[in-house]
C-alpha cells in the first residue's frame, strides 16, 4: 500500500507492463474475434404505444457516502444512505410545452419531491450496550426498515414489505451473526426478532437474512460496499412497498396511469440477492392483480447509467463510416445467447443473472437519439426468458419506448428527467457535503 499522497512514477508503471508474466497473461486472454461472431443487433421499430400514456411518473433514485467521525477510537466512520422518490405530473409538463419558453418556476412544480435518509455506525462506531461496531450495524439496517413509514396515514412500515418478501426466501440457515464472541452456530432466521440459542441469547434481526453484515469490516477501512447494499435494498424494497400501498388501498385500477422508474438495474447483487427472486415473485403476485382489474400489465422500468451494457450499446451503435446503426425510436432486446457471446463471456447453461436479476435489458434509441439502456420486469412466468426477443410478451413495450421518448433530457447524456432529478433530491454531496454531514455526526455524538 501506497503513502498518502505517493503515487507510482512513470518507470514502476512501464516496468510492469514490459514484464513477462505480464506479456503471457494478456497473451493467454480470450480476445473476441469479430469474424467468429454469430448473434448480431439488429435494431427494430418498437409496437405502437397505448394510446393514452401515464400522466405520472414515479422516479426512485439513492445515494450514500462515508465520513470519519471523532470518538476517541482510530479510524471511526459512519455512514449515510438516502433515498428520493419525485412524482412527476406528465400532462402538466405537455401544457407548459405548448407555451415555450417554459417558465423554470412553473416547471418545478410539475414535479413532487420526497426524501428520508439514515446514518449507518461504520468502523469503530459501537452503539448501546454492544461490544462490536458490526452489531451496532444489524441493528441500525434493522432500525432503519422498523422506523421508515411511507404513507403516514396507514402507518405501514417498509419492516412489513421486507417480512413478506422473506416469505419467500428458502428454507436454511447463515453463520451466527455472533462469531466474533465465539457462538459457531448455524442460525435460522425469523421473520420477527429472535434470539441465538447458544447460551448469551443474543438479538436476532430479522435483516440479518441480508447477510450485509458479512462485507462489514470492524476493525478499519472503509464500509463503504456495505452501506451501498443498504441502498440498494431500501431503494428496490420502496418499489414493492408502494405497489403493496396501491394494493391495500385497492388502487390497481389507477395503475395504468402511473409508471415507476427505479435508478438502476433491475436485479440485487451481492449477499442480499436471494431478494431478487422474492421481488420477482411478489411482482408477478401483483401483477396478475392488475391484469385482472386492468387488463394490461404495470409500467416498471430500470435504467442504468453506466456499466458493460451501457459501453457495448455505445460501441454496437458505431458504424467504421461514421454514421450510426441505430436509427431514433429503434429497439434492440439482447437474448442469453447474445449477451454471453458479445457482452459477459459464459458457456454456463444457466440464464445470465438468473440469481440477481428479475428484469431484463432493453437498448432504445429515443426520438432525439439518446441511447437508453432499461431493464423491464418479468411480470409472469411467460416474461421470465431471455431466450425471445419477441416484444408482443411485454404488452407495455410500446408504450415504455413512449415514455422514454418523453423523459429523456438534454441536461445530460441519455439520461431521463425524473431520475435526474430523484438523484439530486437523494445525492450526497461528495465534498461539501461530508462537511456537513461530519459537523452533524460530531455534533449528535457529543450530546
Known amino acids: 500500500m501506497p503513502y498518502e499522497g505517493e503515487y507510482a512514477h512513470y518507470q514502476p508503471l512501464k516496468r510492469i507492463v514490459e514484464s513477462e ?267 396478475a392483480v392488475v391484469r385482472e382489474k386492468t387488463g394490461n400489465d404495470m409500467i416498471i422500468v430500470g435504467i442504468e447509467k453506466s456499466g458493460n451494457f451501457v459501453a457495448h450499446f455505445a460501441d454496437i451503435d458505431k458504424r467504421d463510416d461514421g454514421g450510426q446503426n441505430f436509427q431514433p425510436e429503434s429497439y434492440f432486446l439482447p437474448t442469453d445467447a447474445y449477451i454471453k457471446q458479445r457482452i459477459i463471456f459464459s458457456d454456463s447453461d444457466k440464464q445470465y443473472g438468473k440469481d440477481t436479476y428479475f428484469g431484463r435489458k432493453l437498448f432504445y434509441k429515443t426520438k432525439s437519439g439518446a441511447q437508453i439502456v432499461a431493464n423491464i420486469p418479468f411480470l409472469s412466468s411467460e416474461q421470465d426468458t431471455l431466450d425471445s426477443d419477441d416484444p408482443s410478451l411485454y404488452p407495455r413495450f410500446g408504450t415504455i419506448c413512449a415514455l422514454l421518448d418523453k423523459l429523456v433530457t438534454s441536461r445530460f447524456p441519455n439520461a431521463l428527467g425524473p431520475i435526474v432529478s430523484a438523484h439530486a433530491q437523494a445525492s450526497i454531496p461528495l465534498h461539501l457535503g461530508q462537511k456537513v454531514l461530519k459537523q452533524l455526526a460530531q455534533a449528535l455524538m457529543r450530546k
Open 21 to 287: 508474466r505480464v506479456q503471457q497473461l494478456l497473451r493467454r486472454s480470450r480476445v473476441l474475434d469479430p469474424a467468429t461472431l454469430t448473434h448480431h443487433a439488429t435494431p427494430k421499430t418498437p409496437p405502437v404505444a397505448d394510446k393514452t400514456l401515464p400522466s405520472l411518473v414515479l422516479a426512485i433514485d439513492g445515494s450514500n457516502a462515508e465520513v470519519d467521525v471523532r470518538n476517541g477510537y482510530p479510524g471511526a466512520k459512519v455512514g449515510y444512505c438516502s433515498v428520493a422518490s419525485v412524482v412527476l405530473n406528465l400532462d402538466e409538463v405537455e401544457r407548459l410545452d405548448e407555451n415555450r419558453p417554459v417558465n423554470p418556476i412553473e416547471f418545478r412544480r410539475t414535479e413532487d419531491l420526497s426524501s428520508d435518509a439514515c446514518a449507518l455506525p461504520g468502523c469503530n462506531v459501537i452503539t448501546r450496550d454492544h461490544v462490536a461496531a458490526k452489531d451496532s450495524f444489524r441493528e441500525a439496517v434493522f432500525d432503519l426498515l422498523h422506523d421508515a413509514i411511507v404513507d403516514e396515514e396507514d402507518n405501514t412500515r417498509l419492516l412489513a414489505t421486507y417480512q413478506a418478501l422473506l416469505r419467500y426466501k428458502p428454507e436454511g440457515t447463515i453463520s451466527c451473526p455472533y462469531t466474533h464472541l465465539g457462538c459457531e452456530r448455524q442460525v435460522s432466521i425469523m421473520e420477527h426478532l429472535s434470539t441465538c440459542t447458544c447460551g448469551r441469547k443474543k438479538p436476532l434481526f430479522p435483516t440479518d437474512a441480508l447477510r450485509i453484515h458479512e462485507r462489514f469490516n470492524d476493525e478499519s477501512g472503509s464500509n463503504g460496499e456495505a452501506f451501498g447494499y443498504v441502498r440498494g435494498v431500501w431503494e428496490h424494497l420502496l418499489l414493492i412497498h408502494l405497489l403493496r400501498c396501491f394494493e391495500q388501498r385497492n388502487w390497481f385500477d389507477r395503475l395504468g396511469s402511473i409508471a415507476f422508474f427505479l435508478d438502476g438495474p433491475l436485479a440485487v447483487f451481492g449477499p442480499p440477492a436471494w431478494m431478487s427472486a422474492a421481488m420477482k415473485k411478489e411482482l408477478q403476485r401483483l401483477n
